[in-house]
């Protein structure tokens, strides 16, 4: 099978790295010092049960360089990256290629395929210009769900957080279990990072939107990790509210999460202290993944009725910080003290 990995950050040059080790026709699509990095040298992975010895050579390309048709592709961008590449990565696949999208939060198909009182229904924070919709059809979209906690700390160079809930969980977007879903399953799992396909993607979606929804937005303010803002018992009182939030969200448009907040909480408070993403690219000074992980949940309020008071203050505030970033041009990290 001839392999794409398109936007090969940390979670996508994970994976590229991996499938590249055991022996999969795979390349890697990447830009700028992460491109040059894995080019000349190939991905650093650090963890101590994913770390490697060596780097791993890949196959990189930029942008452009890529030699279609794939088979299957993992479009690993951010979701607020997905519309402005949308057509050229579609162009990169024939007609029965396979698309895989594992980006956090909700993805902009949600009310597709499924029988639902809100059948047909669009969360027009996700796709606003109806870009996505257009141009990429149900039979070939699968869902994912990256389950593997990363920090890319330099370029091409990989810290992973090794976990038992590490997983690369996939859905059909109508809820089949599928021979292709397990076969991408086979291939991820065979490289050392379980793949676990599913009846019902949606659900998996909003579990871990338990942790990105609360974790990531309130790091990214806060320049903390999930282990360091469960630890503090004022943001830990508002993480068990900001949960119950996403818990009752996910209750009105079908997805019962039968969980428990406040033990939820305490469980981050003894994670590996990692970086989140969005607060990676808060370091970084990039546009931060809002829209998919806490802003569509607002929108699904408003459609659902469902009071979100404390995701709203949130989200007011990172979205406040986010155009800080886009419109300073400026990243925000910590400065040690003299």
């Excluded at 993992?74 to 990256?81: D, G, I, P, R, S």
């Excluded at 198909?109 to 996700?126: H, M, N, P, Q, V």
């Excluded at 793949?195 to 974790?215: C, E, F, H």
């Excluded at 009752?248 to 408070?269: C, K, M, N, P």
Aim: aromatic share 6%.
């Amino acid at each position: 099978m001839k392999i794409l990995v398109y936007g090969a950050g940390a979670i996508g040059g994970y994976l590229g790295a991996i499938l590249s080790a055991a022996g999969e026709d795979v390349t890697l699509v990447a830009r700028g010092a992460q491109y040059e990095a894995m080019a000349s040298r190939g991905i650093i992975l650090e963890g101590p049960k994913s770390g490697r010895p060596d780097p791993i050579k890949v196959r990189a390309v930029r942008p452009g360089e890529e030699k279609p048709p794939y088979d299957l592709v993992f479009v690993t961008l951010k979701a607020h990256q997905l519309a402005s590449a949308a057509v050229h990565v579609r162009s990169l696949g024939g007609k029965d290629t396979m698309f895989v999208f594992p980006q956090n939060g909700l993805p902009w198909w949600y009310f597709d395929g499924i029988e639902s009182c809100y059948k047909g229904a669009r969360i027009k924070t996700l796709d606003p210009e109806g870009v996505l919709s257009r141009t990429f059809f149900a039979p070939n979209l699968i869902g994912g769900i990256a389950f593997k906690p990363s920090d890319l700390v330099a370029p091409a160079h990989i810290r992973l957080a090794d976990s038992e809930a590490d997983a690369m969980t996939l859905g059909e977007i109508d809820n089949r279990m599928t021979q292709r879903l397990q076969d991408i399953a086979k291939i991820t799992t065979a490289a050392g990072w379980a793949g676990k396909p599913v009846t019902d993607i949606r659900k998996g979606k909003w579990t871990k939107l338990l942790s990105n929804a609360v974790w990531n937005t309130m790091g990214a303010i806060t320049q903390s990790s999930a282990t360091q803002a469960a630890r503090f018992a004022p943001t830990a009182k508002l993480a068990v509210m900001m949960t119950r939030e996403v818990i009752a969200l996910a209750d009105a448009v079908g997805s019962t999460l039968e969980v428990d907040a406040e033990a939820l909480v305490a469980a981050s408070a003894k994670r590996v202290p990692l970086p989140s993403s969005t607060l990676q690219d808060v370091r970084a000074g990039r546009t931060l993944e809002l829209d998919a992980i806490i802003n569509a949940l607002l929108e699904v309020g408003q459609l659902t009725g469902v009071a979100t008071p404390n995701l709203e203050v949130i989200a007011a505030c990172a979205n406040l910080l986010n155009q800080r970033i886009t419109d300073d041009q400026t990243a925000i990290r910590p400065v040690k003290l003299a």
